[in-house]
């Protein structure tokens, strides 16, 4: 089971917007029930990195987290997403 962590400016608006999107690449990929997706404000990914596998952010990302992270901007641009969908993929397998 991956833990997911998706931070956007509010945690509440462009995040749930991106978790769809993401939940389906996931589940379309063979992931369903695999994987937890949890929303918050990128202000509070610092003290809740080092308990997720990775985080995907719609904003910057900061430095020095305890996880790995993606930008998830191109799930709400529509542009260049392979690139993206690629790494998520490659982190749910590590």
């Known amino acids: 089971m991956k833990n997911i962590l998706l931070a956007c400016g509010s945690g509440i608006a462009t995040s749930t917007a991106v978790n ?18 949890t929303q918050c404000k990128i202000s509070e990914t610092p003290n809740k990195a080092s308990n997720y596998d990775f985080l995907i952010s ?15 901007v191109c799930f709400l641009t ?17």
């Open 78 to 94: 529509g542009v260049n997403t392979k690139p993206t969908i690629d790494r998520i993929l490659e982190l749910m397998e590590k």
């Open 58 to 72: 719609t904003t910057v990302i900061p430095k020095d987290l305890d996880c790995e992270s993606v930008s998830g």
């Open 20 to 37: 769809g999107k993401i939940s389906k690449v996931l589940d379309d990929n063979g992931y369903k029930g695999k994987y937890k997706i």
